[in-house]
């Protein structure tokens, strides 16, 4: 009942995200996930910055909206190798290979057109943004090996994070030494084009201190040409427990990125020559290197109502990225925000509210040069800082008329100031550029939530949504020409209605909703002369359904406490222009209608076989003016674990065994046209990967 969760929080359980309301028991991850035994009661308990696992899972299930939560030992026995492979059965999510971690996630159509790294997700590690202070991101931090869970909160949902952007935010969590799965954690991978990866971990509780650390090495020749990757991760957190009332925990990360880029090509290669990398990427020897230092902290002080969390964090990046042009880059991101949760009697109702704030800002230094072959660089055609500032404050209210109804409401209030100064020598034709803009609004939030029954939930809301354009959109830059493009903020209403729960045999989540956007930035390839690639689409409608599920077929098959599990996702996605003056009506590019993904999972004690199908029965649309489509696809694959007599676990991962030619992701542009248009990323070949994990 609702007021369990109440007797919790006034018994000391405090709230580290979101709101309280009803929790269920089963995650919003469709599937109930075998038992995992652990070791020890340490991992069970948690603690005030980083609570364990169930209490994690509860308070994203307290969300009056859509949300899912993944436990990291969901896929631990696979190859996750990128973003796609642990969210791949979570529904609204449109996750696309492109090469090494280079993927496109898009969540309802947030930065739908972004043909690289991503616009309009608040990424976060720990609860603290990993994006840049404009707002652009990507995820080579992220190590799908080093997570504890994952967070995902669509849309409006993620208010309690300070999210008001259309695609909600995403937040991995990274062990402690109160939640580690086991103090020691080691892994090897290896597998198809050249794949080796080492994974390792140590996690402790020694009094008041704790402490957990892992690093991650890979290296993979790749599947296409000129597709070499290097990859290094290392995160550490150090927990220290004041008191009963206040602890503190410090983070600290390491990451670094050498990627060689085998470039987009046409429609044709991609089909017929899917290995080969692209005739740019060769000459100019395009690659990304990245080198990140995070460094942050969360204090939690706890109240008898409730908890304030205060989050500090700073962000080093460099960038050598040559492309077209050889991009350099180093700036700093840093910000501080405290929030407030907590429970407490309103006029004999439960009340429960978080309250929060930010201030996030940063400074990157930017150079561009020709790159006159092999990334060789040739003359300086950008020198200027990008600056960004963001003042962020935001509520949200849930008041119970009801055991079981909570109304919802609250707002977010922002200000977000971007600027660029510095100099340009395109074609010989110096030219001082000091430009800014600056945007402000208010989103509010209102919504409700009902608890028919203990473990299902019925919900509704409505959300107003800001995306504001980073610098990628605002500073253009194409080989001829640069300039300051003032877009406007891409705006909306996003109305959702759904349930999610457990009966029986039964999980299920499924959500509908329905976006009105304004000004919705879009990306496409206009011509040499004209150094803007992303405009403001006047309005577009954007509607979907997701749907994912589970059902034991057979339970205790052989009196071996076995079971037979059958889980489904279904993303239905319709996108398209409102009434546009020069596309009227057309589908938006990119996103197909239907993304399917069946499996079946026998679970024994001992061992698990879990074949899987991925379906796009009809391919997205390549350009705006909807004349050409690639083409669907299905994909069969099969993962099998086992376990071993000294306490490991084996692992096998085959990948499109049928090895079918796909197109994996592409860039969307005005007209097709099969000479030109060489945007499109082949999908990766059949693939076999294989490992060891122990723990102990």
Do not use: C
């Not at 929080?9 to 995992?36: D, H, K, N, W, Y």
């Amino acid at each position: 009942m609702l007021t369990h969760s109440l007797l919790r929080v006034r018994a000391g359980l405090v709230l580290s995200a979101g709101i309280v309301a009803a929790p269920i028991a089963a995650s919003a991850q469709t599937t109930e996930l075998p038992t995992i035994t652990i070791d020890g009661p340490r991992a069970a308990r948690g603690s005030l910055t980083s609570p364990d696992i169930q209490t994690q899972r509860e308070q994203v299930n307290r969300t009056a909206g859509a949300v899912s939560h993944i436990d990291a030992e969901a896929y631990a026995n696979s190859y996750a190798a990128n973003l796609r492979d642990v969210l791949q059965e979570t529904p609204g999510l449109l996750v696309q290979n492109r090469y090494s971690q280079e993927i496109r996630l898009s969540i309802r159509g947030s930065g739908l057109a972004r043909s690289f790294h991503t616009r309009g997700i608040e990424i976060l590690q720990d609860g603290i943004p990993t994006n840049l202070a404009d707002g652009s991101g990507d995820f080579y931090q992220i190590d799908p090996s080093a997570l504890r869970a994952i967070e995902v909160f669509r849309g409006g949902n993620a208010l309690p994070f300070g999210s008001s952007t259309l695609g909600g935010a995403v937040n991995f969590v990274t062990p402690t030494g109160h939640t580690a799965v086991a103090p020691n954690v080691f892994r090897v991978d290896a597998g198809s084009f050249g794949t080796v990866r080492a994974y390792g971990s140590v996690s402790r509780v020694m009094g008041d201190w704790d402490f957990s650390a892992s690093g991650t090495l890979t290296h993979s020749d790749g599947w296409r040409q000129h597709e070499t990757q290097n990859l290094g991760h290392f995160n550490a957190n150090v927990g220290r427990r004041l008191s009963e009332r206040v602890e503190t925990r410090f983070y600290f990360g390491a990451y670094y990125t050498d990627v060689k880029l085998p470039g987009s090509v046409t429609y044709g290669q991609a089909m017929t020559n899917p290995r080969a990398a692209s005739a740019g990427a060769l000459t100019g020897d395009q690659a990304r290197n990245t080198y990140v230092q995070r460094f942050a902290n969360v204090t939690s002080i706890a109240f008898d109502f409730g908890k304030l969390d205060i989050t500090t964090w700073a962000i080093h990046k460099h960038l050598n990225h040559p492309i077209f042009q050889v991009l350099d880059q180093d700036g700093w991101t840093y910000g501080i925000s405290p929030r407030f949760t907590g429970s407490f009697n309103l006029g004999g109702f439960r009340n429960d509210v978080v309250i929060g704030a930010r201030i996030f800002a940063g400074s990157n230094a930017v150079q561009q040069f020709v790159n006159t072959g092999n990334a060789v660089r040739g003359a300086m055609t950008v020198n200027g800082r990008q600056n960004a500032a963001n003042y962020e404050a935001w509520f949200e209210n849930r008041f119970f008329v009801l055991p079981q109804i909570a109304l919802t409401a609250g707002a977010k209030a922002y200000i977000a100031e971007r600027r660029y100064n510095g100099g340009l020598n395109l074609n010989t034709v110096p030219v001082n550029v000091d430009r800014g803009v600056t945007y402000s609004g208010v989103n509010p939030r209102v919504g409700i939530l009902w608890e028919p029954l203990r473990d299902v939930q019925v919900f509704a809301n409505v959300t107003r949504s800001s995306d504001v354009p980073d610098f990628s959109d605002l500073m253009q830059t194409t080989a001829a020409t640069s300039a300051f493009v003032p877009l406007k903020a891409q705006t909306g209403t996003t109305f959702e209605i759904g349930t999610r729960g457990r009966h029986d045999r039964f999980t299920w989540e499924v959500t509908a909703f329905r976006s009105d956007l304004r000004n919705q930035m879009l990306q496409f390839s206009t011509g040499p002369g004209i150094p803007a690639s992303t405009f403001n689409a006047p309005r577009t409608q954007l509607q979907g359904l997701e749907f994912a599920g589970g059902v034991d077929l057979a339970r205790d098959l052989t009196g071996n406490n076995d079971k037979l599990t059958l889980r489904q996702v279904w993303t239905w996605s319709d996108f398209r222009f409102a009434n546009d003056p020069v596309y009227g009506n057309n589908t938006l590019p990119l996103v197909p209608r239907h993304v399917l993904r069946t499996a079946l999972s026998y679970q024994h004690p001992l061992f698990t076989v879990t074949p899987a199908v991925d379906i796009v029965p009809e391919g997205a649309f390549v350009d705006y003016r909807n004349t050409f489509r690639v083409p669907g696809y299905w994909l069969l694959g099969v993962t099998a674990s086992a376990k071993l007599p000294n306490g490991g676990e084996l692992f096998v991962d085959l990948r499109n065994i049928l090895d079918k030619r796909t197109i994996s992701d592409f860039g969307p542009v005005v007209l097709y046209n099969p000479a030109t248009t060489a945007t499109f990323y082949p999908g990766t070949g059949r693939s076999i990967y294989g490992g060891v994990r122990v723990k102990f």
